[in-house]
């Protein structure tokens, strides 16, 4: 069955790195972007960024950028998410999730698939 | 960035009753308009994508809506277990977003 399964729970100072991995199973790794999502606590979803399986080309929302590293092995099918210069608000759940590469065009309408699957979440607390 | 606008942020309403959520992109995004529901505690679950098309398993009573700029997540007839947030989320450019989310409540 498909997994992503996230590495543990992280505390970090303020200033310091984290880094997020995201182990894969179950499904041809190369057919699907692996996308990373964080929320912080009691609020909405934040899209972080996504990398290509095959070329390992990224892309980052603009909040994000010069901040967020995402690479990939595709030896062993394991993403990973690195987030720089931490501050006491990038406090939250961090998520990665797959998103199939393929977008679909019918009837003069194009589309892409949604996320259907996601890694159980690591939470990242950033603290003096 | 496109922002995704999302309305209202909240919403209470009785059992059986039809509820709309609406959700407005900054810019054109064709039908690349994803909708999911969010319960506490666990990961989001795709309801929508293409702005109409039904995921594999999700209940009909849940309809989209909308191509362009405005979309509409439809529950034809509110039951107890769509207690959630509900958020959508445009995926036309290489940078993704969602909105905010509705919570929707039952009175």
């Known amino acids: 069955q498909v997994q992503l399964v996230q590495s543990g729970g992280e505390v970090k100072k303020p200033g310091a790195s984290v880094k997020v991995s995201c182990e894969t199973s179950?499904?041809?790794?190369?057919?699907?972007?692996i996308h990373w999502v964080r929320q912080a606590p009691g609020q909405g979803l934040e899209w972080m960024g996504r990398?290509?399986?095959?070329?390992?080309?990224?892309n980052y929302g603009q909040q994000f950028q010069g901040r967020i590293t995402l690479t990939r092995d595709r030896s062993t099918g394991t993403a990973y998410m690195e987030l720089a210069s931490l501050r006491s608000d990038d406090t939250a759940v961090y998520y990665c999730?797959?998103?199939?590469?393929?977008?679909?065009?019918?009837?003069?309408?194009?589309?892409?698939?949604?996320?259907?699957?996601w890694g159980q979440g690591t939470l990242v607390t950033v603290s003096s | 960035d496109i922002q995704m606008t999302q309305s209202p942020s909240s919403l209470s309403a009785s059992v059986g009753d039809r509820v709309t959520i609406t959700c407005r992109a900054s810019?054109?995004?064709?039908?690349?308009l994803n909708w999911y529901q969010q319960e506490p505690g666990k990961p989001p679950k795709a309801l929508i994508y293409?702005?109409?098309i039904l995921q594999s398993g999700v209940p009909s009573r849940f309809t989209g809506s909308g191509s362009g700029t405005d979309f509409n997540l439809t529950i034809s007839s509110l039951l107890p277990e769509d207690v959630a947030t509900y958020f959508c989320?445009?995926?036309?450019?290489?940078?993704?977003?969602f909105g905010q989310g509705t919570k929707l409540e039952i009175k």
């Open positions: 810019r054109h995004i064709d039908s690349f």
């Open positions: 989320q445009q995926s036309y450019s290489d940078q993704h977003s």
């Open positions: 293409g702005a109409s």
């Open positions: 179950g499904y041809s790794f190369s057919a699907y972007y």
């Open positions: 990398i290509h399986p095959n070329d390992g080309v990224s």
């Open positions: 999730a797959r998103v199939k590469i393929a977008k679909f065009c019918s009837g003069g309408r194009c589309y892409s698939s949604p996320i259907d699957y």
